[in-house]
């Protein structure tokens, strides 16, 4: 079973570009989180989708960040414009099922790093 | 809200020493707790886990035992290698969304040989 793959695995650009991350989780999974660690804090948690659908975009730092996940299988993170702040490595995670401490299984993380 | 205070590091053992690394944790519910760890240049992998109080997690000759009187979940091991040289992560998540987990600072353990 293939696991959860995320892209670029590093990206490096210029404050005030644009920055497209993507996460393919493991197939079947309808749950996908993002989470980010910056300066290397705490992971923390940006928000959770079902299927296509928005659970809990509660974490999402701003507007400047879009995540979507058309037809409920990738999802991508897109922050526009960037600012240094954005920093750090982003997770996604996937799992079956919300409830009864259900095993997140998490991707190798994208880092970014915001000039 | 929820919070997970983890013991700082970094953390420098020899081979063969004992570990432990400290976390206490702050929940309205009644949480699951979970150590993570970080393999250089790999993703986070759940390394044990525990869903009621007096549980004990273990895996790979680590073990966590969650105790709800000192809302605590430190993470031991007898004997460490320098194959376990990561960053560990304590996390919780309420039962009602497992996936929306709180997490410490993590602590980057380096074993020598």
């Known amino acids: 079973e293939a696991g959860v793959t995320q892209f670029p695995s590093h990206s490096v650009i210029e404050k005030g570009q644009t920055v497209t991350l993507r996460c393919d989780p493991i197939s079947g999974h309808d749950n996908l989180y993002w989470y980010r660690r910056v300066m290397g804090k705490e992971i923390k948690f940006l928000l959770h989708?079902?299927?296509?659908?928005?659970?809990?975009e509660s974490g999402m730092p701003n507007n400047r960040f879009l995540a979507e996940r058309t037809g409920g299988t990738y999802s991508t993170l897109k922050v526009q414009p960037a600012e240094l702040e954005d920093s750090g490595v982003y997770f996604c995670?996937?799992?079956?099922?919300?409830?009864?401490?259900?095993?997140?299984?998490f991707g190798a993380g994208s880092r970014l790093t915001v000039l | 809200g929820d919070s997970v205070t983890q013991m700082e590091g970094p953390v420098t053992l020899s081979e063969e020493a004992c570990l432990t690394i400290?976390?206490?944790?702050?929940?309205?519910?009644?949480?699951?707790l979970f150590w993570y760890v970080q393999y250089p240049g790999e993703g986070l992998q759940l390394l044990l886990k525990a869903t009621k109080a007096d549980d004990k997690g273990s895996n790979k000759g680590f073990e966590a035992t969650y105790r709800k009187e000192t809302t605590s979940f430190h993470l031991e091991k007898g004997s460490v290698q320098v194959s376990d040289s990561a960053v560990y992560f304590c996390a919780l998540s309420e039962r009602t969304n497992a996936g929306k987990s709180t997490f410490g600072d993590g602590t980057t353990l380096t074993v020598k040989p």
């Open positions: 400290n976390c206490t944790y702050t929940a309205t519910g009644y949480p699951s």
């Open positions: 995670a996937s799992s079956q099922s919300q409830i009864r401490a259900n095993v997140l299984t």
């Open positions: 989708f079902v299927k296509e659908s928005k659970q809990d």
